[in-house]
Structures are given as structure tokens and as C-alpha cells.
């Protein structure tokens, strides 16, 4: 776990930069409308592994209010300077310092993968939610292309290429079952697993073009190209 922490701090200032373009912002926009079909506008959101705030500013600014938590103290940093109007911690996922019942929405994009104790994160989530409070998660799937990147990119890491925090730190690709399991068994109901992204923003221009052209059909039709997985579910009422 420190060794995520260790990565995330030291590229804290730079994370940035990858969703600034043109193809980074339609990927992390588009990332963030799947999560959002799955819990309440408006409503009192915990974002998990927040990172720089990204996903914490696109809820205040659809009119929410929002709290951000994160393992690495220099994303939290950043967090803060882009939403100063929000809180945000630093903690781990699996452990969470606020009451029971005190969120109308969980969310978490590309980080439950790196969370050591998934089954304890959905516990600690199910707690601080409020009954009939949703929760989404988006994180890295199972797919033919991801179950190869971390042996690609250890092996760029060796011939000196830049090291880009894949395949280090023993993160988790995620089956639609698997993530399914995790939800229910945390207790959550009316539980949905969709597929997303396939338009990745590490693609060349002309070849990201075509992707995202093609990336409805993928999603739907063809859901095990799509490099992440979107759950959603909810705290039954009381
Ligand atoms: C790929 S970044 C995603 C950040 C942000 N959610 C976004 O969409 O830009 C993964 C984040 O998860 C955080 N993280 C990793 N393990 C964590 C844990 N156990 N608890 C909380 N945050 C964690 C990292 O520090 C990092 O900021």
C-alpha cells in the first residue's frame, strides 16, 4: 500500500497533464458520465481514491456537494487547490473516518483496483451510506489488453522507459462476476456491472478517433474489449 501512495505522491504534480487533452479529458469524461447514471445528483457524495478532484468538481459543478479521500497526501494537495469549497482527507478506502449513514452517494474511478481489502472498502461504504444511498465504482477490468499491460509495461520499465504505475503494485483486474459478488455480498441490492472505455487516451490520435467512434458499439456489444468495469448499487431502505 505505501508503495501506491509512494507513486501517486511522486506524480501528484504531473497526474494532471494526462486528462488536459483533448483525448484525456473525453476519457475521463467519459468515465465519470457512467458513474454518474449510477447515483443521485444533488445529493452528499464520498469519492474514494478522489485523487486530484477531478470527479469531486464534476459533482459540485452538476450541484452536489462533495468530500474527497485519498491515500497520497500530494493528490489530496491538488484536490484541495481545485475545489476549495470541498473536504478532502487522506486515508485509506477500506477505512473510513466518518459516521454511519452520513452520504447520499459512494463514488470511486480508477482506484479500487489498488485497494488491498476490496471487501472491507464495500463494508466501510455500505456503513457511512444513507439507506436508499447509491454507490458506483468504476475500476480496471479483466480484459484480453489488460490482462497483458502490466507485463508490457514491466517490461518498458526495464529497457528504461518511463514508469507509468502499472502492474507494480498487485492491482486487481475485475471480472463483471467478480465485482458483482463484491456488491452483494457487502449487502448492496439492485446491483448493475456494465463495461466502459475503449477509446483509451494512450492511443495515438488517428487510432483514438476510430476507438471512440466505435466505443458505443464495443461497450455494448462487444463489452470485454472495454478496458474498465462500472458497477452500481444500492443500501436497501430501512
Ligand atoms: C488512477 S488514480 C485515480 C484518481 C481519481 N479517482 C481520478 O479519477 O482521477 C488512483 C488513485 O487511487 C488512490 N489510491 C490507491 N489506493 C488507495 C487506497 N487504498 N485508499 C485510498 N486511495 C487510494 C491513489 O492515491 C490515486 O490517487
Known sequence: MKKVQQHYDEVADIYDNRYDGNRGRYYHGHISDHVMREIPKGGFLLDLGCGTGLFVQRYVDDGGQAVGLDISPGMVRHG????????????????????????????????????????????????????????????????????????????????????????????????????????????????????????????????????RKVEPFVEEKLPYLAYNVCAGGKKPED
Request: proline share 5%; glycine share 8%.
Open 80 to 211: 484541495r487547490q481545485r475545489c476549495p469549497g470541498s473536504g478532502f482527507c487522506v486515508g485509506t478506502a477500506d477505512v473510513l473516518p466518518f459516521k454511519d449513514a452520513t452520504f447520499d452517494a459512494l463514488a470511486s474511478l480508477l482506484a479500487f483496483s489498488y485497494v488491498p481489502d476490496p471487501e472491507g472498502m464495500l463494508r466501510e461504504c455500505f456503513r457511512v451510506l444513507k439507506p436508499g444511498g447509491r454507490i458506483a465504482v468504476c475500476t480496471l477490468s479483466r480484459t484480453v489488453f489488460t490482462s497483458i499491460a502490466p507485463i508490457v509495461y514491466q517490461m518498458g520499465e526495464k529497457v528504461g522507459l518511463k514508469k507509468v504505475g502499472v502492474g507494480d503494485f498487485d492491482e486487481h483486474y475485475y471480472t463483471n462476476a467478480e465485482i458483482a459478488e463484491l456488491f452483494k455480498a457487502a449487502g448492496f441490492e439492485s446491483v448493475s456491472v456494465s463495461r466502459c472505455s475503449f477509446a483509451h487516451l494512450n492511443l495515438a490520435d488517428p487510432v483514438f478517433n476510430l476507438a
